[in-house]
């Protein structure tokens, strides 16, 4: 395809990393990515800012945010299947000699805190769900960041197995909570918007700003396979099938995990444990399946900052190879293909973020994102539709603008949520990527200061 003056990528790619990802291999990263620790230590923060069971609301609004966006980003894939996702996304929508070395520079930019951010997100919640006493917490996740990277220095196929067996464990993991629960669910669960308001430490004023935040957070992920683009078989087919089937199948998951829990715990304990799923299972199953269901948790928690690391490694990967962010983030190794200096970098920086709180780092991850990329991301792909209507497609977005429109109304949702701080903390870093860019562009002799991009740093 050739839509906006650069012809797409061919299949079999033209770097050095190897098509070794199928459409199974391909689900399972996304979906050990989005079902992580976050949705066992969000529940009852959800819970608790929307009063109770009407926090099904939540998941489901998520879920649809979550399908929405995801159609926008597997056409814009399929058009463009190259490593990096969003970030090649944004650079080829806004003109790559323009303001798509901006747009793109900002995604690099706050991918160096928001991947970082993500990462140790799931490395703290590994360590919280573990029983870690809270003084040693931050060195445990810190150290669990570092083992990480230490696996994932091998060959993508490798990884890719290795993604299936870690996916029969989050799938292990939601069986057993789920299948201990459903038998004492009623179908009154399902009636959230009947369900009675109970007093919350976060207030009924703006609940659902909060617990949508954290909903979309256990969402987040779907786009994983879109990094690893140029590892993926037949990526055109195969990575819209993959980011449609990971979001359904996650948010089954979450709902039926959600009314089990419920229809379990008393609402003022499911609102205030820190695990809640546990908890849950222990009360109708034992403490021995409760345990068993803790190390399930475990294993989900280690295999979704396991594929973080690996997709968010590939975006400044490409972006090395580019020439629009360090050259150093190229290198990959010559008989593994995979990039080294960028997994030790992202490694080595999640674990400093895990010695900021949790509560911290949550809300720090979706603040800084909502705008770059994925506002911008939407934005884009409408402006390609209206200039190259005629561009062939390989996978078009069902129902064309609607899941555009409805996805960019809850993000902008999200970000202007009173009470939240999310402009804040997104504007900053997008103030400072923008100044970082100016004085880059500057010194470089590059777009706006000279008369093309320069290529190489």
Known sequence: MKADGVASPVPGGHSGLKREIGLWQGTALNVIDMVGVGPFVTLPLILAAMGGQRALGAWLLGALLAICDGLVTAELSASLPEAGGSYAFLREAYGRDRWGRLVSFLFLFQIVFSAPLSIASGALG??????????????????????????LLRRIGTIGRFSVVLWVGVLATMALVIGVGLPHVSLSAFRFWDAPLHP??????GGLGVALAFAVYDYLGYYNICYVAEEVIEPTKTIPRVIVVSIVLVAVLYVLMNVSVVSILPMERAMTSRSAVADAVEAVAGLGVARLATGLILLTAFGSV????????????AAGRDGNFFRVFARLNPT????????AALGGAAALFCFLPLSVVLKAILSIRALVPFVAQIAGALVLRRRFPGAARPFRMWLYPLPALVALGLWLYILFSPGKGFQAMGLAVLAAGTIA?????????????GPRPAIGV
């Open 437 to 449: 860019f100016v004085l880059r562009s500057r010194l470089r002799g590059e777009w706006p200061f």
């Open 306 to 317: 396991f594929s973080l690391t690996l997709g968010y490694s590939r975006v400044l990967y």
């Open 200 to 205: 919350s430490p976060a207030g009924l004023g």
């Open 126 to 151: 590994f360590a919280r769900y573990a029983g870690v006493p809270e003084k040693g917490e931050s060195w445990v996740a810190a150290l669990f960041c570092l083992a990480v990277v230490g696996l």
């Open 336 to 343: 593994g293909g995979y990039p080294t200096v960028a997994l």
